[in-house]
Every structure is written in C-alpha cells, then in structure tokens.
C-alpha cells in the first residue's frame, strides 16, 4: 500500500437517511445495497461536531486549498432547517484559518421553501436539484409513494432558485437518462429552466444488472451526442458536466466529474451513522459494497484515504484492466465510473473490467472529439494567388512565407495534442499540461515561440511511431514544452521536468547540465527563471546571473535577420548527418561572422530571396566537416525553420547553402498545405545532377532547389574576377541547363495536380528567363557533369550544396 495515499477533498455528508420520493431508480434504496434500513434517520449533533473536526484536521495535515462538502441523504432537506444550520456552522467554524469550504446541497426540491433559501444565502450554501426533464420524462421515476407526479412541485422549487435573491445558489439540475425519453425534449425541458449547470447521469448499472436498452431505442452514446448537438446548436448556453468533462479531457485537462478521466478519486461519505464509506454508485454492485469497516468517531480521515478501494480508484492507467489500457480514449474515458465495471467472480478482480457502458462511452467522445475538429473555428490558411506565384517562382515574400510558417505551427499543435492523447500520462505530464493549456489562454504567444521550434514535430514524430519508450519520452517533451513557455512568458510558476542524459532541455532557450539527476524544477518569474535540482537551486538567468552549468542558445541579431545557432536540441539529429557538438565560443564567433558575411552577400546579391530567408529560417543546426573537405548541408522535411550546415570556407559558400537548403524548407512546407502532386506515383525519375533515380517528390524538391543554385551562379559571375568569369559562367549555364530539363521532365511526369502544374509551370518561366542570359561563347554549349570546372561534391552538385533531399 502506498505509504502516502492520494488526500481526500470531497465529502458527501448524510444528513437523512429516509426519502419523501419513491423514485425506482434510486441507487440508494433500489439497489443491491440495503444498508440504509439499519442506519439512524437523522445524523446526530455529535456526529455532526466530529465530522468537522475531522475534515479540519485532515485539511490541515494536507495543506488543502479548498474543501468541498456536500449536504446530502435520503433526501436532506427532511433534517430540517436547525441540523442543517449545526451542520454548516461546524464546518464553517472548523475550517475557519485552514480551508476554503465549498459547501452544497442536493435536493429533490419537493419541500424547498424561502426558508430554507434564507438559511442557504446566510451559509452560501448551493443548490441542486433532481429533475429527468419535462413532467412525462421526469414522472417515469420520480414519483410519491402513491404514484402521484413530483413534476410539479420540482418546478416550483427551481422557480424559487431562480428569482434574483437566490439565483446565485442555484447549482444546476441532475437528471438520470431514460433511452425511452426523447434526448431532444429532455435538453429543451430542462434549458428552459435556464440553470447555470445540467448534469446528465447514466442509469447506474453493472455487468450483472445491466442498463436498461429497448429494443427502438438509441444507444446512451447516441442519446448523449444528440444533447451535445443541441446544446452547441444553442451556443452552449449552460454547462452540460458529462460534455465539459469529456471536451476538458480532450483537451488533455482535469475531468469535472468522477465517472470520467484518470484523475485520482478525494471522495468519503460519511453516514448518518458516522460510517466512513466510498461512493454511493457502489451501492449498485453489491450488498456491503461501499462499506470499509470505519467510523468517523475512530478512524482518521488519513486512515480512510489509505483503503484499498479508495487507493485502487488513485492509480491512473494502473489502475484499469487491458481492455482499457489500450483504448484510444482512454485519457477521456478513464475506465468510466468505477461502480460501472462491476462484474462478479471476475478472475482478475470484480472492479478490473471495463464499464458496463464502454461502447457508449467511446461513441460518446470519439462522437464529441469528431464534431470539435470539424466546429474548431481553424482559419482557413491559403496562399493568395499573388503569394503561391512568388513561391512558385523560386521565391516568396515574407507575407508567403509568413503563411507557411503559420501553417506549421498549426500541425505542429496538432501534432502536440496528438502525443498527449497517445501516451499514457504520468503525474508530471498531467501537472505540465494543465500548466501549458493556461499559459495557452493566457499567454499565447509564449507557447507559440516554443510549439513554433523546428524541432518540435521530429520529437512528436518519433513518439507517434511508438515503442515502449514513447511515454516517458512524450511526458518529458510536454514538460520541457511547458517550462520552456513559462521562461518566456516570465510568469511565476514551478514545472517539474524529467531530465534524460544529465541534461535538462528547453527548446528554444537552451540546456542545463545537471549531472545525474532525474528530474528538475523549473520557477518562473519576472527576472528570468532559475531550476531546482535535488537541493541547489541554478540562478539560471536571474538577477544578471548567469549559470556555468547553463548552454544558452547561441542567437544572432544580424541587420533585418534574427538566427540561432542551435546545439544543444537532442531532436537536431534528424538530418542524417553527424552533429556538432557543442560549440566553443571562438567557434560560435567563427560563425557568427561567417553568417553575417554571408547575409550581407545575400542582401547584396540575392535580393530577392532575402526577405523570406528572414522570415522562416530560425536556425542554423552546425555539422561536422567532412574528412573530404566536401561542403555539406542539409534540411530535414520535419523540421520547419531549420538548416543543418557543416561551416564551409567562404562566407559566399555558405550563402550558397543557405538560399539552397531554404528552398527545401519553403517546399516542404508548402507541400504540407497543398497537394503538388499525385501521392500514389510511384514511378521513378532521372535527375541530371545525380545517378540514381529519384521518386517525384526528390526531384520536385531538388529542381525547386537548384533554381537557387542557378540563381546563386548567376550572381556569382556578375561579380566575379577576371580570372573566375569562365568558371562562374560555366558553372550557371551547367545548372541551368540541368535545372531546365528537370523542370521538363516534371512537366512530363502526368502526376501532378492543377496546383502542380501551375507550380512547375512558374519554375519553367524562371528557368526561360535564365536560359536568355548570354554567356562566353567559350563556355560549352550544352553543359554536363564531365565539363564542370571546379572542385564537386559526391553527388555532383556544386560545392556546398549537398543534402538529403534529392
């Protein structure tokens, strides 16, 4: 047993044990359980005194923030107004300096009267009603003893809770499905009553009582989607718990009831006989089931937090069978109400099944999750014709450029929330994700720094691929996501982060070497953050400290281009070639000034390609040299933003690569939003500049490439010495020539979509512009790869333009 189990937070107190109702459906009288014919009608005063200080002391011992308590039976109104003013003085005077209390009450409402709302707005006391919708719906269960309707006199009761004086009492309305009933007319029965809450309730059940299903009727999943549609078709103009919780839950965070997610369980109930039990639902299983054999007079809230059946509902995915382990909405569903996977003589445990309403419960938010896709208001982000005229031109601005890397910041999102709903969570994750989905409402612009990195989607990538790494490995990218969001949000906070290989990542600031240890703890603030490990705090970036153990991110303010020299990301090593470790800082210089150089010679001229380098380059990812003195470079398809180079020798090579490589990212990027091509070809193409043959995607990728390299030769025999003029001049005609016939060779391919056509149509018009310049009439005609002058790359590109894409 755990030696510090889950504290407990939620009490449901019995004041009343009897009922003034006969409703058939009724969990506490109708089913297995039949303990409440042995129980005292009425709590005792005494009872009442012990239970508060009970919850006051458990409170204090666990530093809770809040305690929330609800006033319950039987039906508790029948205490009356003086053991129901005892009960919310105790509590008030015991939590008094150690707890926020939430207390609340829920009624059948058939004796509420302005009585009893007066003693519930002097204790702030909420509360809720039960009411199956319209009087036909509502009489199939909630009736007198006699069969006489209690429609009539719930209504009244609602239409008390509505007048001005009380309204902000009113909690909302419960009401239990019955398939028979018109989801429809239950929804508008009850909005008509304008609550501020409606709680749709699955009929309790289990494997050996199963739910009620007529033979015409819709499923519950079914039933429930058709209030969702009418709700949202409503503008959503109320809570619906069951909806909220399955589309917070979705959305990675905290359920608002216990019948969904994988929240731990904080929930006692306290009888009127002073027995510590666990939730009413377990009543249906079986007789005794809820029972613990404890007794708030002698046992310690502590003790009954520590029960094995509290403890088995704290354990997340620990705690649910395969079946459950391994469904896609596990995160959301959590296995469903732990009293609905009943079965009994189960082999592997009675509770270790998945819930009487699985099927339901996975059309439900499968149901809800497909809807949300398709109403999320995503702006609908296209190029203009302008903007796709630009890029297809070998170019682009930055507004082009600027939808691109909008784009990709969107699958990148998309991406993020696609780990999280694939991975078992832990409690680190979970704490992360609750974190970053605030600073998300809050700070956006932070998050969209950190979710924008390049190598955001190479991690989510390989996590989505799956092994039995995948979890720990997505738990820690959330975490780092997150940290690395509160850093620059410079807001305060802790985020508890795993560490892997003695370092601790924080994508787009940097790492910080922490030996051995596990875990660390990022605090934000205003002044920059520090991060906790074992008993050191770093001064990281804080009060004009800066950490030794701290690897900042190396960034470059160069005149219209801001670029980080980026080494110390783990998921850099998506370029397939060998990384740079990390540079010492005569080197970072080194590149410093070679890219400033290099930039300059772009601006200068290449004019045109420098606006939108500026705007999606973030990062230049260095590599090691080649033991040939080959010039390399690289650019990942995954890795929006992001170059990997090996430092050449000139500030004009790495110019070269620069332009060269950034065609690769603009494509790739705008293949993500528009189809070029026919997907299913699987024909292969010769490419001038190499052997081997390439499939379409290689050679789309490497002819919009070298439109660059043809425009890089260009400028370079525009400016060139004398005695470089006929090798610059030979070297431009050499790839345009070359650059021309792939462009024909698309054009031939009959694979590519309208846009593709269009596309490559504009690449052959820039090519035609190029194949009209005049050179010597020394340089050959037709240029190939045996008539290059100068030194080559393995692949036959010129140097310093080699990569992974053709």
């Known amino acids: 047993m755990d030696p510090s189990p889950h504290p407990l937070s939620q009490f449901v107190l019995k004041m ?58 039987g039906e508790p109104l029948l205490a009356g107004r003086a053991r129901l003013r005892q009960a919310a003085e105790n509590l008030q005077t015991a939590l008094s300096g150690v707890s926020a209390l939430d207390l609340r009450i829920h009624t059948n409402g058939i004796t509420l009267d302005e009585k009893f709302c007066d003693l519930f707005a002097e204790f702030d006391i909420k509360v809720g009603i039960s009411l199956d919708g319209d009087r036909a719906a509502n009489d199939l269960h909630r009736r007198y003893r006699n069969g006489r309707s209690s429609h009539g006199r719930v209504l009244h009761a609602i239409e008390l809770l509505s007048r001005p004086r009380y309204r902000h009492l009113f909690a909302g309305i419960l009401c239990t499905i019955d398939l028979r009933n018109d989801p429809a007319t239950v929804y508008d029965a009850l909005a008509e009553l304008n609550p501020p809450r409606v709680d749709f309730l699955l009929p309790h059940a289990t494997w050996d009582e199963p739910p009620a299903r007529p033979a015409d009727s819709i499923s519950y999943g079914d039933w429930l989607l058709s209030v969702h549609d009418r709700w949202t078709a409503a503008d959503r103009p109320m809570g619906v718990r069951v909806l909220d919780s399955v589309l917070r839950t979705l959305r990675g965070a905290s359920s608002l009831t216990e019948s969904l997610g994988l929240a731990p369980v904080e929930l006692a109930v306290i009888e009127t006989d002073g027995s510590l039990e666990q939730a009413d639902s377990l009543k249906t299983a079986y ?79 499968t149901g809800v999750r497909d809807r949300e896709v398709q109403r999320m208001p995503v702006p609908r982000l296209s190029l203009n014709e302008a903007q796709f005229g630009e890029l297809a031109s070998g170019l682009g601005g930055v507004d082009a450029v600027e939808v691109l890397a909008l784009h990709e910041l969107t699958v990148n999102r998309e991406l993020l929330g696609a780990v999280w709903h694939a991975c078992p969570h832990d409690e680190t994750g979970t704490a992360a994700w609750e974190t970053l989905t605030v600073l998300d409402a809050e700070a956006p612009e932070s998050v969209d720094a950190v979710l924008a990195h390049p190598y955001l989607r190479p991690w989510a990538l390989r996590v989505l691929q799956g092994n039995e790494q995948a979890g720990p490995i997505a738990m820690r990218g959330v975490a780092e996501i997150t940290a690395a969001a509160l850093v620059r949000a410079g807001r305060p906070g802790t985020v508890t982060v795993p560490v892997l290989s003695g370092a601790l990542r924080l994508p787009t600031l940097g790492a910080l070497l922490v030996d051995n240890a596990t875990e660390a703890q990022v605090i934000g603030g205003g002044d920059g953050f520090a991060v906790r490990v074992g008993g050191r705090e770093h001064l990281v970036e804080r009060q004009g400290v ?70 999606g380059l973030r990062a230049v990812t260095p590599l090691r040299k080649a033991e040939t003195g080959t010039d ?20 004009e090579t790495l110019a070269c690569l620069l332009v060269h490589e950034f065609q690769h990212v603009k494509l790739g990027a705008l293949l993500d939003l528009t189809d070029l091509y026919d997907p299913s070809c699987e024909r292969m193409f010769h490419v001038p500049w190499r052997p081997d043959p390439r499939p379409l995607e290689g050679l789309l990728q490497g002819t919009y490439a070298h439109i660059a390299v043809v425009d ?91 990569q992974l894409w053709q």
């Open 546 to 615: 800066v950490d030794p153990a701290w690897l900042s991110l190396r960034r470059f303010e160069l005149e219209g281009w801001a670029v980080a020299l980026e080494d110390t990301d783990p998921w850099r090593d998506t370029h397939g070639y060998a990384l740079q470790g990390r540079l010492s800082e005569a080197a970072v210089e080194e590149w410093q000034n070679k890219l400033s150089a290099a930039w300059e010679w772009i601006r200068r001229e290449l004019p045109a390609y420098a606006p939108g380098l500026a705007t």
């Open 712 to 802: 890089y030769w260009q400028a370079r025999r525009r400016t060139a010495a004398s005695t470089e003029v006929h090798a610059t001049e030979t070297q431009f005609a050499h790839w345009r020539e070359q650059t021309a016939r792939a462009v024909d060779t698309l054009a031939a391919s009959d694979a590519l979509t309208e846009q593709g056509d269009r596309f490559v149509q504009a690449m052959g018009k820039t090519l035609a512009d190029r194949l009209t310049q005049t050179v010597s009439p020394t340089v050959p005609a037709r240029a190939d790869k045996s008539s290059v002058i100068g030194p080559k790359t393995s692949s036959g590109a010129p140097p310093g333009c080699q």
């Open 287 to 365: 007789d005794g089931a809820p029972g613990t054999g404890m007794n708030v007079s002698a046992n310690s809230l502590d003790e009954m937090a520590a029960h094995p059946g509290i403890v088995a509902r704290q354990q997340g995915l620990d705690g649910l069978c395969d079946t459950c382990r391994t469904c896609e909405v596990v995160q959301s569903c959590g296995g469903g109400l732990y009293a609905h996977r009943y079965r009994s003589g189960g082999t592997a445990g009675e509770f270790m099944n998945p819930s009487v309403y699985c099927a339901d419960l996975k059309q439900l938010i």
């Open 632 to 651: 390399i470079s690289s650019t990942a398809r995954d890795a929006f933003g992001a170059v990997a180079i090996a430092q050449p020798g000139t500030p």
């Open 16 to 73: 009343h044990s009897r009922c003034d109702l006969a409703c058939d459906h009724c969990y506490v009288f109708e089913h297995a359980d039949q303990s409440w014919q042995g129980r005292p009608v009425v709590i005792s005063s005494n009872l009442l005194e012990i239970s508060a200080r009970r919850i006051a002391e458990h409170a204090r011992v666990h530093q809770l923030d809040t305690v929330h308590v609800v006033l319950h039976g």
